[in-house]
């Protein structure tokens, strides 16, 4: 091979490389938390974390249109189908920029009655941006905007992962719903106890939580919410963190 061709496909990949270090992962550096850490949950709120989101996400919309949607998305739609409710009002907390309130009906193959909830004041703005007809609200999802019983559907959109007030976010979804709580995309184990971490997503500190599934079901129970069915979800597994396998479920709840 001649000495500069070589010289300019080495130069290629250095730059790719060096390019590819500069581009934060949408997680990594992963890490338990030590007692007496404080979890990390304002990540979600920098602007460069909701844009480098929503943006990864555009690939994953664009195959979903040409009709090979990625199987968390699949799940959500069966979850829903689920209920057995023709024209539900659905919630989601922890919409993100938006993307469930076109892939949901595109997958349904119906129109959607939604509203999409999320704490991150960027990921609101890109969702009211992206989806100007589609109604987006700000708020926590320990402390939700909404009245008791304010909608057929909660779901909660794989955002429950990331709050460490997890037992608070659970008991007002069951507030908020006069029907059903879907919990979507939730990581387990089977023998650890719940296990928070910090991890690094889209470059920004986070905190997530890896349920024990016994412990998960059982606070569904406590706050009134029946398992009615449970779909696997993506795979999503850190046992080198954790020391055992994980892997992601969503659950279809109905109030007593």
């Known amino acids: 091979?001649?000495?500069?061709?070589?010289?300019?496909?080495?130069?290629?990949?250095?730059?790719?490389?060096?390019?590819?270090?500069?581009?934060?992962?949408?997680?990594?550096?992963?890490?338990?938390?030590?007692?007496?850490?404080?979890?990390?949950?304002?990540?979600?709120?920098?602007?460069?974390?909701?844009?480098?989101?929503?943006?990864?996400?555009?690939?994953?919309?664009?195959?979903?249109?040409?009709?090979?949607?990625?199987?968390?998305?699949?799940?959500?739609?069966?979850?829903?189908?689920?209920?057995?409710?023709?024209?539900?009002?659905?919630?989601?907390?922890?919409?993100?920029?938006?993307?469930?309130?076109?892939?949901?009906?595109?997958?349904?193959?119906?129109?959607?009655?939604?509203?999409?909830?999320?704490?991150?004041?960027?990921?609101?703005?890109?969702?009211?941006?992206?989806?100007?007809?589609?109604?987006?609200?700000a708020g926590d999802a320990c402390r939700l905007p909404l009245p008791d019983e304010s909608c057929d559907i909660l779901l909660s959109g794989t955002s429950l992962m990331h709050i460490a007030d997890y037992r608070q976010a659970i008991a007002e979804s069951a507030r908020a719903s006069r029907a059903w709580c879907i919990f979507h995309t939730v990581p387990l184990v089977a023998n650890r106890s719940t296990t928070l971490l910090h991890k690094l997503a889209y470059g920004q500190r986070v905190v997530e939580v890896i349920f024990n599934q016994t412990e998960f079901e059982a606070m569904l129970g406590e706050q009134g919410l029946l398992i009615r069915a449970r779909f696997e979800s993506i795979p999503y597994d850190v046992s080198s963190v954790l020391g055992e396998p994980s892997w992601t479920s969503t659950y279809v709840c109905q109030k007593k």
């Not at 949408?26 to 709120?45: F, R, T, V």
């Not at 929503?54 to 199987?71: C, I, M, V, Y």
């Not at 799940?75 to 892939?103: H, N, Q, R, W």
Request: some cysteine.
């Open 1 to 137: 091979m001649p000495h500069s061709s070589f010289s300019i496909r080495a130069k290629g990949l250095l730059r790719r490389l060096l390019l590819r270090r500069t581009e934060p992962l949408a997680s990594d550096d992963y890490q338990l938390l030590k007692q007496g850490d404080a979890p990390e949950a304002n990540g979600w709120k920098v602007r460069s974390a909701a844009e480098r989101q929503h943006e990864a996400f555009q690939s994953l919309l664009k195959d979903a249109r040409a009709g090979n949607p990625r199987t968390d998305f699949l799940v959500a739609a069966e979850a829903i189908k689920f209920t057995g409710l023709s024209d539900p009002l659905l919630i989601e907390v922890g919409c993100g920029s938006g993307y469930y309130s076109e892939v949901l009906p595109l997958l349904l193959q119906r129109p959607l009655r939604y509203i999409g909830i999320d704490f991150s004041l960027p990921m609101v703005a890109l969702a009211h941006t992206t989806y100007g007809s589609v109604p987006f609200l």
